[in-house]
């Protein structure tokens, strides 16, 4: 009788240390091949393409803080779509739930700035942000909810709604009139700009460690809110199953109603912090496809708030060090996408090896 050569099978859940000790394995193939690919392709010593990766991401203070920014606008969309995740929402939506903060912000700025008190202005943006986002993530919730939409579906079209929404107000608004584009809000004035720490000595830190702070104490802040409160626990019960859910007593609507606008508002933070805390401006790029990378930092991590942190400081690192790959070798900027593509294959697919194990058994059985 003959047999399978091997057999899937799901592990049990492996212990943390030995989960990341196969990723870490997992980053020394990628980089081995990284190391040929490059060696064979552009004749470069991969050690020195490696080192200017790191040099591009931490290689001055000023670099260090740039990636510092990056990464807290990453981790906050991330946490963002996190508990919808975990509910089994599938919002891919995070793209537009952006925008629409971002314009909100940008509207109290534009149409406020010279009317109100600064500390005023910014704690109205930041209301308006988080009501925008919430309500863009209300929307598909509420659909689902009431008649089973397709949340994918849904999430995914509302990106382009808010992308032209705010297409037509940057037209609106623009300044110069025919540039396409609205300019620095507030330039002179610096009405609704978040305040600088100055007691930080470099420039890029005054500039960008208050979305820094914020984005970590919201992180910790998600983590217990996802993991130790009863909130938390229904998300949980309705992502494993929405029958149990309503069998032990929860209100299933409610809780993704709950879940998602609490997603937006999240998102629609993103969007404030962009504009009042580092662009000042908006345009339909202002997201720069956070909403859609945030979607596989989560993944990565398993959904977990302490987890993403380094899935997405290891996304904004391969990012910028494939810039600077690019820049000092002279290269094509695909070239350091194709190393980054490498790295994150490798990644994602050591998680089959993590979920999985392979049981080998002999090619034939002879029958009785």
Avoid at 193 to 212: C, D, E, F, I
Avoid at 278 to 306: C, E, L, Q, Y
Wanted: proline residues 2%.
């Amino acid at each position: 009788m003959n047999q399978k050569l091997f057999h899937l099978s799901k592990r049990p859940e492996l212990p943390w240390y030995r989960a990341w000790a196969i990723r870490g394995l997992a980053i020394v193939l990628a980089l081995i091949v990284c190391g040929v690919v490059t060696t064979l392709t552009v004749g470069e010593n991969p050690i020195s393409v490696y080192a200017t990766m790191w040099t591009g991401a931490f290689g001055t203070t000023r670099k260090i803080w740039t990636t510092l920014h990056k990464l807290s606008l990453l981790l906050c969309v991330s946490l963002a779509v996190t508990p919808a995740f975990r509910m089994r929402f599938w919002n891919v939506g995070g793209e537009g739930q952006i925008l629409v903060g971002a314009l909100a912000t940008t509207a109290c700025m534009y149409l406020l700035g010279d009317r109100i008190p600064n500390w005023l202005l910014i704690l109205f943006m930041l209301v308006c942000a988080l009501f925008a986002g919430a309500l863009w993530g209300l929307l598909p919730a509420y659909c689902k909810a009431r008649w089973n939409t397709n949340e994918t579906l849904f999430t995914l079209m509302m990106n382009y709604v808010a992308t032209q929404l705010v297409a037509y107000f940057v037209i609106l608004w623009e300044n110069p009139k025919g540039s396409g584009k609205i300019g620095i809000v507030n330039q002179s004035t610096e009405a609704g700009w978040l305040p600088n720490m100055n007691w930080v000595s470099n420039s890029a830190g005054q500039k960008y460690l208050l979305t820094v702070l914020v984005v970590a104490i919201l992180t910790g802040v998600l983590y217990i809110y996802v993991n130790r409160s009863k909130h938390g626990y229904e998300i949980s019960v309705v992502g494993q199953s929405v029958r149990t859910a309503r069998y032990v007593g929860i209100k299933v609507n409610r809780v993704i109603l709950r879940t998602m606008a609490l997603s937006g508002a999240l998102c629609g933070l993103a969007g404030f912090l962009l504009v009042a805390g580092s662009d000042h401006t908006i345009s339909t790029t202002t997201a720069g496809g956070r909403g859609f990378t945030a979607v596989m930092v989560s993944w990565m991590a398993k959904f977990n708030p302490i987890g993403m942190i380094f899935t997405s400081l290891l996304i904004v690192f391969l990012g910028r060090g494939s810039s600077e790959i690019s820049s000092k070798f002279q290269l094509n900027d695909s070239f350091g996408e194709i190393l980054t593509g490498i790295i994150l294959f490798f990644i994602i697919g050591c998680e089959f090896f993590i979920s999985y194990k392979i049981s080998f058994r002999s090619h034939s059985k002879k029958e009785a």
